[in-house]
Structure formats: C-alpha cells, structure tokens
C-alpha cells in the first residue's frame, strides 16, 4: 500500500470534491486510488496499491489546488500529458507590487495574453497565488513554459507571440512528416 499527503489551499477544496462528491469518485475510479480530505486543514491523503495511479491522482489534485478547473486537471490522465509550474517569485523582486505585475504581463489585458499562449501551443494555464501551473502535451507545455519565463524576464509580447507561432509551425511540419514516413512504412 502507497500513500502520498498533499496540502491544497483550503477554498480548493469544495472544488476537488465536487458536487455530491462527484469530481472525488472520478478521480478515485480513473486512479485506482482513495482519497481522505481534511478540509478543515486542506490536507489530502492519497492512498492505494497503484503507485503510477497515486503519482497521476497526486498531479491532478496539485492541479486542482492551483486553480485548474477539475475536467483541465483530468486531462493528466492521459500519458503524454503533464502539469508544469513556475514560481512568479523566482521573477519577482520580493515585492508584492512587483508580483502583481508580473502577474498581470502573463495574463494580460482581459486574459488576452494568457488565452493568446493557451490558443498558440494547445494548453491550458491557470495563474494562482504566486504560482503558474500549464498543462497539455509534454512538448507543448516545454514551450508555453518558455513562452512564460521570456514574458516574466521583460519579453515584449509580440516576439514571444512571434516565436510561439514559429515553434507551432515547426511542430506542424515534424507531425506532418512523422505521420508521412509511418504511412511509407518507414
């Protein structure tokens, strides 16, 4: 038997739990796992025989408790998925003012910027606390990532946009003749 505790913020909890327990059975049963919740503390004990299910339950939690709404988190079911994150203080001149705007670069004017990185590499992005979590496909997340870090060092957005679409095309063309030598059987 394996067991992992996680602490989440406690006005996540409601959400990991979900109506009726909803959102907690799901992801007990696609996990092979149990969970026990303290919502009082926000601790969550995850316990199982299924240790590749308790890492995957562990990250779909951790994803949950930074802001991702349940069926995004879920998505980390899938294997060439995962969830990265990065601390806006390793950016941030230990300054509340300057945390703000940084965050406030990553989201941008009415969320444009985030949705504009989400739209240009195909994930999703939640900004909470002091946190930005990005999930989608390994390679994906590698450049949303990088994306982010570029616009949190001072990157004027247009040349990581710009960048961002040449990676996508590159992405395209490597998917493209992937999937040409597979059907010439090479």
């Not at 240790?51 to 939690?61: C, H, M, N, P, R």
């Not at 060092?153 to 590159?170: A, T």
């Not at 992405?171 to 992937?178: A, D, E, F, T, Y």
Request: charged residues 35%; contains cysteine.
């Amino acid at each position: 038997m394996y067991q992992y505790e996680i602490k989440i913020p406690k006005e996540r909890i409601a959400v990991l739990i979900g109506t009726k327990g909803k959102i907690k059975r799901e992801i007990e049963s696609a996990t092979k796992s149990g969970l026990k919740i303290d919502s009082k503390e926000g601790d969550v004990f995850i316990h199982g025989k299924d240790s590749i299910g308790l890492i995957t339950a562990k990250e779909i939690i951790h994803a949950i408790g930074r802001g991702f709404n349940p069926d995004i988190a879920l998505a980390l079911l899938k294997p060439d998925y995962c969830i990265e994150m990065i601390d806006i203080g390793d950016y941030a001149r230990n300054t509340k003012k300057d945390m703000i705007r940084l965050k406030g670069r990553v989201i941008g004017a009415d969320g444009k910027s985030r949705k504009t990185i989400e739209n240009l590499t195909e994930t999703s992005i939640s900004v909470y606390g002091k946190t930005i979590a990005i999930i989608g496909e390994m390679e994906r997340v590698a450049l949303a990532k990088r994306a982010i870090e570029n616009v949190l060092e001072g990157s004027p957005h247009s040349k990581v946009y710009s960048w961002l679409e040449k990676k996508r095309k590159e992405l395209r063309m490597n998917s493209m003749l992937g999937f040409e030598k597979r059907q010439n059987g090479k």
